[in-house]
């Protein structure tokens, strides 16, 4: 379970795309929209974690046979939200508790998918189940239902310990500067989606 738990939090822990989303919806909408987006992110971690451990050869074949249109889709997923995000404006996102709660979902689902969409975090997981040792031959299938669990429990206890930190940040922050941190924010996602999506269309082209 020790193990899971830190697989869990170092899957999470590099500060990409979905970190700095966090970041940005922690000081615009509070601690519990992003930690729901974390959440999402988690159980997308917890499904490439799953895949990897039960068709290992299967998956990282199918990636990197791949590894080109994967990267242009997830590129393009990067791209789009970003545009939305630089477009946002914070003082539109006072909503009432009962359209939060909706919203939840929708944080939930957006993390998820943001997640989801770079499947190359399959060859992370790998060295970290390699580091490890996370698929020993001496263990059960309950040891791994137990440690899959806590690969989830500790995404979400990340996610939980930066939107408390963030959320104590907010006092320090009023609307013209969360503008401009949604511009910052998706300006910098923007340019990750825009850098992988010239490299992967060099390569299909290199390669065809």
């Known amino acids: 379970m020790m193990r899971g738990i830190l697989i869990g ?4 822990a590099p500060m990409g795309p979905i970190g700095m989303l966090c970041i940005q919806r922690t000081l615009n909408r509070g601690r519990w929209p992003a930690f ?3 959440v999402g992110a988690g159980l997308s971690d917890l499904i490439y974690c799953l895949l990897t451990g039960l068709g290992l050869s299967f998956v990282t074949d199918f990636v990197q046979d791949n590894q080109s249109l994967l990267q242009l889709i997830g590129s393009v997923v990067l791209l789009v939200y970003a545009g939305y995000l630089f477009g946002a404006n914070p003082s ?16 939930f689902v957006t993390g998820f998918l943001l997640t989801f969409s770079n499947p190359f975090i399959l060859f992370f997981i790998i060295g970290l189940f390699a580091r490890f040792s996370f698929l020993a031959p001496e263990f059960e299938a309950y040891h791994y239902v137990a440690g899959y669990i806590s690969i989830f429990a500790g995404a979400v206890m990340w996610w939980f310990g930066v939107t408390w930190i963030v959320n104590k940040m907010r006092s320090h922050f009023n609307i013209r500067s969360l503008w401009l941190l949604n511009r910052i924010v998706g300006a910098l996602i923007m340019l990750m989606g825009a850098i992988g999506l010239v490299t992967a269309l060099h390569e299909l082209f290199v390669n065809h």
């Open 9 to 12: 939090i170092l899957v999470s």
């Open 36 to 38: 729901y987006t974390g």
């Open 92 to 107: 539109r996102t006072l909503q009432s508790q009962g359209v939060q709660s909706m919203s939840n979902w929708k944080d």
